[in-house]
Nanobody, 116 residues
C-alpha cells in the first residue's frame, strides 16, 4: 500500500523559514509527479508547487521566488523549502504523488502556522 509521510510543519514567525519533507512508502513503480498543496478552513485545496519525474517544476504565483520544491536522490522523497514566510502562508500542507497509470495519493497533511 502506498502511503505518504509528511513532516516539518510548525510555528514560525513572519519572514522565517521552514522545510517540509514528504516520503513515499510502499511499492511504487513509477512516480510521475510529486507536489505540495495547501488548504485553509472553508477554502479549496490549492496548488503550491509540483515537480515532475523529469525535473520540471511549477509554482503558484504567490510562492514564486520564496518556495523551492525538490526531490531526493532516491526520487521517493520531496522537499519544500519555504523562505520569507508570510501569515497568508498559514495552512495545512498536503503532499501528493501521481504514480503508475493514473494513481493519485495524498498525505495526511502537516500544519504550517506563520504568526508573531
Amino acid at each position: 500500500q502506498v502511503q505518504l509521510v509528511e513532516s516539518g510543519g510548525g510555528l514560525v514567525q513572519p519572514g522565517g523559514s521552514l522545510s517540509l519533507l514528504c516520503e513515499v512508502t510502499g511499492t511504487i513503480f513509477r512516480i510521475n509527479r510529486m507536489g505540495w498543496f495547501r488548504q485553509t478552513p472553508g477554502n479549496q485545496r490549492e496548488l503550491v508547487a509540483t515537480v515532475t519525474s523529469g525535473g520540471s517544476t511549477n509554482y503558484a504565483d504567490s510562492v514564486k521566488g520564496r518556495f523551492t520544491i525538490s526531490t531526493g536522490n532516491a526520487k521517493n522523497t520531496a522537499y519544500l523549502q519555504m523562505n520569507s514566510l508570510k501569515p497568508e502562508d498559514t495552512a495545512m500542507y498536503y503532499c501528493n504523488v501521481l504514480w503508475g497509470a493514473g494513481y493519485n495519493t495524498w498525505g495526511q497533511g502537516t500544519q504550517v502556522t506563520v504568526s508573531s
